[in-house]
């Protein structure tokens, strides 16, 4: 079997566990190829509502960028129209590859309820997917290589009914990355768990990312959160950029980090307008 | 754990009645059946000791006669069969069209503008009210039976899952076209299996409009099956054959709840109002 390039870091994500097994054969996927996005004066209405009015956004390859803003100011609308569930009334988003060729890359998306299939168990909703046209053995062996690395693989044969909120967003997000998408939408994936599980799926968030390199773009409405996890956070306020913040620490981040809370009082300034 | 928990307070279980004794889950199968138990045994005390009339209500011991020389003859075997032949004929016919016509206007816009104010229409005239007309039809053949059956269960069939596909999530449709789904496998991966709770509500409706149905059509024109046995038995005086088709009618009607509960179960396992 041949090793595919990202696999030696993919054995980083094993943290010794004493109830994991050992890591099931990885399958012969060929590694990420991270997106970069090129959004051009970006509109959408709907109807006589303008909710987003010019979106002018450059997000590198492999970049992980966070979007905070007020409740409807158009964060989810924005997201929806990355991913293509809407068409834009205006302006161009294009997926670039590294060499700034147009590509069509798979995008994903995580939202803040798991939707999962009640009538699958974990496995073969992770298996979806990986799409039409993947054999039921092969579907089954990448997820239940990506539920390993999701700290899943004992819940493989389980009803997402019978798992904890936290986990079913965890087979949500192995659902996501089962294909090694190249470009990854979060919308408010945590919104819904306890601040303790929110940090361990911050990390586990954060992990993924490093490791897998996809670029992220992550709608949240916790300020903190989005200064730990992202690269660069961008305020959005009644459809436009308010405000483009490069957050430049190393990671992994400290909680509690003082620089990082003299950033998240800006952002939260600028978000209440306030500053 | 629950047997330990009954021997470890002895004294009060020697007081109480041996079938509350048993271990839970046996307890809970049989205790349903007390109540009835307990009123054939009323009956049977009451035409024991003359309260009541014979011509009235023949007692259990009378209808149990009936059911061993009807069943002894083999006529009786054979009414149930013609009976539930009829029944599931007149279900596979209108529960397929009410099937079919609720997925199709669940999922199409058109097919919904086009049929679903007819069918709402139809809906509001009670079928047994079309026996005369089925029989000027019909004539009092297997057809007419067949008719009045499929008419009658196909509504409940047809509501339901039309309902159950309008009220799959959105989410998880949405969630299906992201990650590249075929229409045919929209619909079964996420769609049907979403319906299936509420296709269950209508087939168990429609297994009581089944019988129903069947019942009042047997009685009215047929030479064979238990509305014709009772209705035969009715013109000579023999009222211990006509309870007897009562308690075959409550028995199917039973059975086919039964069987469509376990089915229900079994497909809904993932459900957890379904889980044990
Ligand atoms: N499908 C739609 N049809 C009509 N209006 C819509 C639709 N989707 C969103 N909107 C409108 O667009 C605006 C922005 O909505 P959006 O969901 O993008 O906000 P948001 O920033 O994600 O808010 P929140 O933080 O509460 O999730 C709102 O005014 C909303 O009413
Ligand atoms: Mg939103």
Same mark, same amino acid.
């Given at each position: 079997m041949s090793i595919a390039p990202f696999n030696p870091t993919l054995s980083l994500l094993h943290?010794?566990?004493?109830?994991?097994?050992?890591?099931p054969a990885a399958p012969e996927t060929g590694p990420v190829r991270a997106a970069a996005l090129r959004l051009k004066g970006v509109e959408k209405s709907f109807g006589s509502n303008r909710v987003l009015r010019g979106i002018d956004l450059e997000i590198p390859a492999g970049q992980f960028i966070a979007i905070v803003g007020k409740s409807g100011c158009g964060k989810s609308t924005l997201l929806r129209l990355l991913v293509g569930l809407e068409t834009a009334s205006g302006g161009d988003i294009a997926f670039e590859d590294e060499q700034g060729r147009k590509i069509a890359p798979e995008a994903r998306i995580v939202f803040q309820e798991p939707r999962l299939l009640p009538w699958f168990n974990v496995i073969d909703n992770v298996g979806v997917g990986l799409g039409e046209g993947v054999s039921r053995e092969e579907a089954r062996r990448r997820a239940e290589h990506v539920l390993w690395e999701m700290h899943l693989r004992n819940k493989a044969l389980d009803w997402p009914a019978s798992l904890s909120g936290g986990q079913r967003q965890r087979v949500a997000l192995a659902r996501a990355l089962v294909s090694r998408p190249g470009f990854l939408a979060l919308d408010e994936p945590l919104g819904a768990l306890d601040a303790l599980t929110r940090i361990s799926m911050q990390q586990? $968030?954060?992990?993924?990312? /490093?490791?897998?390199?996809?670029?992220?773009?992550?709608? +949240?409405? %916790?300020?903190?959160?989005? $200064?730990?996890?992202?690269? /660069?956070?961008?305020?959005?306020?009644?459809?436009?950029? +308010?405000? %483009?913040?490069?957050?430049p620490h190393p990671h992994p981040r400290?909680?509690?980090?003082?620089?990082?809370?003299?950033?998240?009082?800006?952002?939260?300034?600028?978000?209440?307008?306030?500053? | 754990m629950t047997t330990v928990?009954?021997?470890?307070?002895?004294?009060?279980?020697?007081?109480?009645?041996?079938?509350?004794?048993?271990?839970?889950p046996d307890r809970a199968r049989l205790l349903p059946f007390a109540v009835p138990l307990a009123l054939v045994l009323l009956w049977q005390a009451g035409s024991s000791l003359g309260l009541i009339s014979d011509r009235v209500m023949p007692s259990p011991a009378a209808v149990a006669q009936a059911f061993w020389s009807e069943a002894s003859d083999g006529s009786l075997g054979h009414n149930i069969l013609v009976s539930g032949a009829r029944a599931l004929a007149g279900l596979a016919i209108g529960g397929s069209i009410g099937f079919l016509l609720g997925i199709a206007n669940g999922v199409s816009k058109l097919s919904e503008q086009l049929t679903d104010t007819t069918l709402q229409m139809i809906r509001t005239i009670p079928h047994l009210a079309m026996i005369p007309l089925v029989i000027l039809w019909f004539g009092i053949g297997e057809e007419a039976k067949l008719f009045l059956t499929s008419l009658g269960v196909l509504f409940p069939i047809y509501l339901n899952t039309y309902h159950g596909v309008r009220n799959v999530d959105r989410g998880l449709i949405e969630m299906g076209r992201i990650y590249g789904m075929s229409n045919g496998s929209l619909?079964?991966?996420?769609?049907?299996?979403?319906?299936?709770?509420?296709?269950?509500?209508g087939l168990r409706y429609a297994l009581g409009i089944m019988w129903l149905t069947l019942i009042v059509s047997e009685s009215i024109a047929a030479s064979s099956g238990i509305g014709y046995m009772a209705n035969n038995a009715r013109e000579f005086m023999m009222t211990d054959v006509v309870v007897l088709a009562l308690v075959i009618y409550a028995v199917l009607g039973k059975l086919a709840d039964v069987i469509a509960r376990a089915l229900e179960r079994w497909t809904l396992s993932w459900n957890v109002a379904y889980q044990r």
């Open positions: 943290q010794p566990e004493t109830t994991h097994t050992a890591e586990l $968030v954060a992990r993924v990312w /490093r490791e897998l390199g996809f670029t992220a773009v992550l709608v +949240t409405h %916790d300020v903190a959160e989005a $200064v730990h996890l992202a690269d /660069r956070v961008i305020v959005l306020d009644e459809g436009r950029i +308010t405000l %483009d913040l490069d957050v400290k909680h509690g980090d003082p620089e990082l809370a003299l950033l998240e009082g800006r952002l939260l300034s600028a978000i209440l307008g306030t500053s | 928990e009954f021997e470890a307070g002895r004294s009060p279980a020697r007081s109480t009645p041996r079938l509350l004794r048993l271990p839970r619909f079964t991966k996420v769609i049907f299996p979403g319906a299936l709770p509420s296709i269950f509500v």
